[in-house]
């Protein structure tokens, strides 16, 4: 289910009691709103998932396009049916560790030792860099593969009347089970602006706390459940 910016504008304004954007103003909640979504989906990747056609570069050693935040899984190879940008499905790929691909063919990243080729066979995920990963054998530069990434969410623009939340339309690029963590987030960022007030400290700290277990929860769940997931969060 779909929700909009102003949804959450809404929320966290009756919590703050400030219905007419006096001591926070619109631009601002549009602004942390936006810094949530990037929170969000760098605690958590898979928040914003997308199953998208990948061009592979020449070699073994790829990098994600900036719009990506993390690579989640390759699934296969994809071929041209013909000239068009149709594609089908190609051989399917697997993921192995870099560790055993060294001892079994420790030339394995030179092409020739292992020549390159249009169709990957396996996948190496770099567990420091999210954004970067190996393909073996390295391809020739004319492969495509279909891969799950997480998708760095599109911000929140601002709309022709920013003083008037009616104007705030936009739909969030997040899921709708997202909305309760979105929301702790700005207000967390709005009782932080609050210095001169005792309990304001207090308060961010209780709604960061949330957002942090929040996601927390969620990662511990899939962890239990994706085995692709426990190795990615170790």
Do not use: C
């Not at 935040?69 to 190609?90: C, E, F």
């Not at 001169?196 to 209780?206: K, L």
């Amino acid at each position: 289910m779909a929700f909009t910016a102003k949804d959450i504008m809404l929320r966290v304004q009756l919590v703050l009691n400030d219905a007419g954007a006096v001591r926070w103003t619109l631009p601002e909640l549009r602004l942390w709103l936006n810094d949530g979504l990037r929170e969000i989906v760098t605690a958590k990747p898979n928040a914003n998932a997308k199953t998208v056609e990948l061009p592979l570069q020449k070699g073994t050693y790829q990098v994600l396009p900036d719009t990506y935040v993390a690579l989640m899984q390759i699934t296969r190879n994809l071929t041209s049916v013909d000239a068009s940008v149709n594609k089908r499905a190609g051989r399917a790929i697997t993921t192995i560790q870099r560790a055993t691909l060294d001892a079994i063919m420790p030339g394995w990243q030179d092409p020739a030792v292992l020549p390159y080729a249009a169709q990957v066979v396996h996948v190496v995920d770099n567990q420091l860099d999210p954004r970067t990963f190996f393909v073996a054998p390295g391809n020739d530069g004319t492969g495509t593969v279909e891969a799950i990434v997480s998708e760095l969410p599109a911000d929140i623009g601002e709309p022709v009347n920013p003083l008037l939340i009616d104007s705030y339309t936009a739909t969030v690029p997040l899921h709708d089970i997202y909305r309760t963590v979105l929301t702790d987030y700005v207000l967390y960022k709005a009782f932080s602006k609050e210095t001169d007030v005792a309990t304001a400290s207090q308060r961010a700290v209780g709604h960061l706390t949330r957002f942090n277990d929040a996601l927390g929860v969620k990662m511990s769940k899939e962890a239990e459940l994706n085995v692709n997931t426990a190795s990615r969060m170790a």
